[in-house]
């Protein structure tokens, strides 16, 4: 990673996945650059939870910046709040980082909760969380904190964002023409498939792609590689700004 730190007037504001909390970020925060000034967001958990509701949230809860900008990163659930959120602050955010993110429904609503329905259970299977979400190779630690973190939540939350996530569309997707966007792919994603970030890539053709090698839970496992990836892409915008 440069020694270039990125400038206290770009605020890194961290928008997390489905589960709707930075309980899962501790290892972004281990490598984050030392001068960088950060927000972690954490979603409601009761009410509804569709994007229309929760962007709307978003933007009455986030303070208002003066003299500074704000690089929005969003994790899967949350791009379309980041997309939605840039559309509503022009002049604020700077540009969008979205971590295994999706502009449409990345699966076919009709099917897709039956073979996602045993992440909603009190006690997920192992095999569920290690096949959709973190990976077979994850240790011990990380799939005891992914447990923790979804059983936290209720299951009548998790179902309602993913019933959004199915009922989004691509229309739905702000273009953000001319907006630094940086877009982070999962090689190994089997929540999102291939046809789903190809569509996310071609509805934002000026993006700087790249792809990594890791399970949809890309900031979880390869914190280190994501941050090299936005720490460049950060620094670009302070340079541009």
């Known amino acids: ?5 990125p400038a206290p ?74 997309l939605m959120l840039a559309s509503r602050r022009k002049d604020e955010v700077a540009g969008i980082v979205l971590a295994a993110g999706f502009c449409d429904a990345p699966m076919n609503p009709g099917i897709a909760l039956l073979p996602l329905r045993p992440l909603f259970m009190v006690k997920p299977p192992r095999k569920a969380l290690e096949h959709f979400l973190i990976g077979n190779d994850a240790s011990e630690a990380e799939i005891e904190a992914l447990k923790q973190t979804i059983q936290s939540i209720p299951s009548s939350t998790l179902s309602k964002r993913v019933r959004a996530v199915l009922e989004f569309d691509e229309g739905d997707a702000p273009q953000l023409k001319g907006l630094p966007m940086l877009i982070l792919q999962a090689h190994n994603d089997n929540l999102i498939p291939w046809e789903a970030q190809q569509r996310l890539e071609a509805r934002y053709p000026e993006a700087r792609t790249h792809w990594i090698e890791s399970p949809h839970m890309i900031l979880q496992r390869h914190p280190k590689a994501c941050l090299e990836k936005i720490h460049g892409f950060a620094a670009d915008l302070i340079h541009m700004g």
């Open 1 to 5: 990673m440069s020694e270039a730190q």
């Open 9 to 82: 007037d770009l605020k890194w504001t961290f928008l997390p996945g489905l589960h709707g909390t930075d309980a899962l970020f501790d290892g972004l925060r281990d490598h984050l650059p030392k001068e960088t000034e950060c927000e972690w967001v954490n979603l409601p958990t009761k009410g509804k939870q569709d994007y229309g509701k929760l962007s709307k949230w978003l933007d009455e809860e986030l303070p208002r910046l003066r003299g500074q900008k704000r690089l929005l990163i969003a994790e899967s659930f949350s791009g379309p709040l980041a």
